[in-house]
């Protein structure tokens, strides 16, 4: 059957993340493990000071060369190209892309999976909005932005999915790989824009709700900045899709 | 076609309509008098319905935002769980 042999590559971007990279491996691991899919983690360190590379490295000891593969950058650059970066090494057909903070928990892959499996999606997205979904940590403020931001979007673009900034996903590889070369802006607006794009092109979203706890080491930003740009990102995708 | 173009073609539209018909461009007077009274404010009321719409699905949306409590209490026994299995296998933080 084609379906076993299906691969999952999961992309792991990190900087400054040595208190969370061994804890989301675990947890990624023993997911894994239970649901019993082929997989293979690819941790993308953007020269991280504080050590998160030396963590890697243990890991790899103890998980496998195979299972877990360190494949860093020099400096820190863009979330797109840490995907392209990482996507060169992957060897999976499914492509599978999260925060390594903790707030994205692996125990929703399989779900991913067989929502996949399901309707035969180009992309699984794992929504906040919908069902059991929902986030932990955020004041009454923070959920309002949230919800207004979302509300908006909605109206403005129809996209066709109802998370469109959350970054936990499923792509088939030929897709990401489309969709990363279309996909020009940065931060909050790239996962924004990939949804659309994806909706342009004609690619089917299928949908998972997923409970986001917000950073549980570090620091979670929502600045002025951060809706400024949010804004503008949204204002230029409202004028040229 | 991009989204803006969709907004102002069904605006512009949807406008045109409404001045032929309340202003009586094209001096046919097809409707009863009666109707202009409510076409007049016609655009107002729908702007005033559509805002409180949005209000209120934002409101909703954030009242039933789930909190995720059990998520959260059971993230923090897996990573004590996780710290202490990768102690063991020889993991140095």
């Excluded at chain 1, 084609?2 to 792991?12: P, T």
Aim: with cysteine; charged share 20%.
């Amino acid at each position: 059957m084609a379906a076993s042999r299906d691969k999952y590559s999961v992309l792991l971007p990190t900087y400054n993340e040595r208190e969370n990279l061994p804890l989301i491996v675990w947890l990624l691991m023993r997911s894994f493990e239970q649901s019993g899919n082929d997989f293979e983690i690819i941790v993308i360190d953007d020269g991280s000071p504080d050590g998160t590379q030396e963590i890697a490295e243990q890991l790899i000891k103890i998980y496998g060369s195979d299972k877990i593969l360190l494949r860093p950058r020099a400096k820190k650059l863009g979330l797109g190209t840490a995907y392209v970066h990482g996507m060169k090494h992957a060897t999976g057909n499914f492509i599978i892309i999260m925060d390594a903070d903790l707030s994205h928990h692996p125990k929703f892959i399989p779900e991913f999976i067989r929502r996949q499996k399901e309707g035969n999606f180009d992309i699984v997205s794992g929504t906040r909005y919908k069902g059991n979904g929902g986030v932990h940590g955020w004041d009454v403020k923070r959920k309002l932005i949230s919800r207004g931001a979302n509300f908006l979007t909605q109206i403005l673009l129809r996209p066709g999915a109802s998370d469109l900034t959350g970054s936990f996903r499923l792509y088939k590889k030929e897709v990401l790989q489309k969709l990363i070369e279309k996909c020009v802006s940065k931060g909050y607006v790239f996962q924004m824009e990939m949804i659309v794009r994806a909706r342009q092109l004609g690619y089917s979203i299928g949908e998972v709700p997923i409970s986001f706890v917000d950073r549980v080491y570090g620091e979670s930003k929502l600045g002025g900045n951060e809706i400024v740009s949010f804004l503008k990102g949204l204002l230029t995708l409202f004028a040229t899709t | 076609m991009t989204k803006l173009l969709q907004w102002l073609l069904t605006l512009a539209l949807l406008g045109a309509t409404w001045a032929t018909l309340t202003l009586n461009l094209l001096g046919l007077s097809p409707l009863p008098p009666a109707w202009y009274q409510v076409l007049w404010p016609l655009p107002t009321y729908l702007l005033v319905t559509f805002g409180c719409y949005s209000l209120g699905v934002v409101g909703y949306r954030l009242a039933s935002f789930n909190d995720c409590e059990e998520a959260a209490r059971e993230l923090q026994a897996q990573i004590r769980e996780a710290r202490d299995d990768l102690a063991r296998r020889g993991m140095k933080f």
